[in-house]
C-alpha cells in the first residue's frame, strides 16, 4: 500500500459524458501527479500540481482539466468523453525535494 | 525533449535464473533520475529501484541491481535469482533533476517459468 488512494476504482460511463476522478496524496506530499496508461501501453505524463499550483502539463487534452485543493485532494476531470479516452488513470504524490513518485491504484475508466 | 526506449517487449526467464531487461533513453541533460517500475497483474505501480545521474555507483536493491552506463544512455535492471512474483511488467521511467515530469518506456513484459 503506497499510502496513495484513489476512487473510484472502476467507472463506466457513456461518450460524450464528463466524470471525475479522486485522488488523495500521501500524508505529507505536497506533490500530486496524473498519468494515463492505455490497454498494454505505458503511462502518459497528464499534469502535475504543487500544493495548489500546476507545476507542469504533458500530454494532455484540452477537454481534460484537475486541480489540486487546499486539503491537497486532487481532481481530474474528464469531459466529453470518446472511445479512446478508456485508460487505467493514475495518481501519484512526491514529498518536496523528493525524487520518488508513489502510485495510487488507479482508476479504470471504461467509455462505451 | 526526452524519450525512453524499451526494447524488449517480453522477456522470459526460468524460476532462480537470472535476466536483465533493456532501456535506453535519450536526453540532452547531465543531471537527472532513472527508475524501473514494476506493474503485477493487479496494476499497481510498484518503485523497484532508482539511480542518480551523478552517481557512479550501480543501484543495488536485494535481488535487482542496474547497469548504467551515462554515456551510452543506457540503463538495464538485472534480476538475479527470479521469483514467480517477479512476473509483471516492468517500466524504465526518466526524470529531469529539475522536474517532476516523468517520462516512461512502452514497457517490458516479464514472464518466470516454474
Known amino acids: 500500500d503506497s499510502g496513495v488512494t484513489q476512487t473510484p476504482k472502476h467507472l463506466i460511463t457513456a461518450t460524450g459524458q464528463r466524470v471525475t476522478l479522486r485522488c488523495s496524496p500521501r500524508?505529507?506530499?505536497?506533490?500530486v501527479y496524473w498519468y494515463q496508461q492505455s490497454l498494454d501501453q505505458g503511462l502518459q505524463f497528464l499534469i502535475h500540481?504543487?500544493?495548489?499550483?500546476?507545476?507542469a502539463k504533458g500530454n494532455i487534452l484540452e477537454r481534460f482539466s484537475a486541480q489540486q485543493f487546499p486539503d491537497l485532494h486532487s481532481e481530474l476531470n474528464l469531459s466529453s468523453l470518446e472511445l479512446g479516452d478508456s485508460a487505467l488513470y493514475f495518481c501519484?504524490?512526491?514529498?518536496?525535494?523528493?525524487?520518488?513518485?508513489?502510485f495510487g491504484p488507479g482508476t479504470r475508466l471504461t467509455v462505451t | 525533449a526526452q524519450t525512453v526506449t524499451q526494447s524488449q517487449p517480453e522477456m522470459s526467464v526460468q524460476e532462480a535464473e537470472t535476466v536483465t531487461l533493456s532501456c535506453t533513453y535519450d536526453?540532452?541533460?547531465?543531471?537527472?533520475?532513472l527508475f524501473w517500475y514494476k506493474q503485477p497483474p493487479s496494476r499497481q505501480m510498484i518503485l523497484v529501484i532508482r539511480?542518480?545521474?551523478?552517481?557512479?555507483q550501480n543501484a543495488t536493491e536485494n535481488r535487482f541491481s542496474v547497469n548504467f552506463q551515462k554515456a551510452a544512455k543506457s540503463f538495464s535492471l538485472k534480476i538475479s535469482d527470479s521469483q514467480l512474483g517477479d512476473a509483471a511488467m516492468y517500466f524504465c521511467?526518466?526524470?529531469?533533476?529539475?522536474?517532476?515530469?516523468?517520462?516512461f518506456g512502452a514497457g517490458t513484459r516479464l514472464t518466470v517459468k516454474p
Open positions: 501519484a504524490s512526491s514529498e518536496q525535494g523528493n525524487h520518488e513518485q508513489y
Open positions: 500524508s505529507g506530499d505536497l506533490s
Open positions: 500540481y504543487y500544493n495548489g499550483e500546476e507545476r
Open positions: 536526453t540532452s541533460e547531465s543531471d537527472y533520475y
Open positions: 539511480q542518480e545521474a551523478y552517481k557512479q
Open positions: 521511467a526518466y526524470r529531469r533533476y529539475n522536474n517532476n515530469d516523468m517520462r
